[in-house]
């Protein structure tokens, strides 16, 4: 990878090709353990810096609960679809390891 990211693009079409793999990434996901995608956001800031870094935000209803998975996508670590398929297998496994079946306080976001 070189330092200035240029085999990735920008981080407008990174993101774009991030979010084009991750929302069917996670809306299968959902599909397949019973949960529900309530949005799939991105939001760009800048850093310390004052370069740019871009998160990923999922919010899924799953069991009872509406969690909240936020991870860094720019700068890159990998190519965007790539970095999508890591974000979906993560989100999945803290659904299923982290978030127990509804116990009273539903209202909560569960940050996973």
Known sequence: MTDDHATWGGPREYTDAFLRSALPAVQDLCERRGGEL?????EAVPDA????????????????????FR???WPPSHPAATRA???????????????????GDET?????
Not at 38 to 42: A, I, R
Request: hydrophobic fraction near 45%; charge should be positive.
């Open 85 to 103: 398929a890591i974000f979906a297998t993560v989100l999945e496994e803290r659904l299923l390891t982290r978030v127990h079946p509804s116990r």
């Open 108 to 112: 909560t976001p569960v940050d996973l």
């Open 38 to 42: 309530e949005s799939l956001t991105s």
């Open 71 to 73: 991870r860094g996508i």
């Open 49 to 68: 810096t004052g370069e740019v870094v871009v998160a990923a935000t999922a919010v899924v209803l799953f069991r009872g609960h509406r969690c909240v």
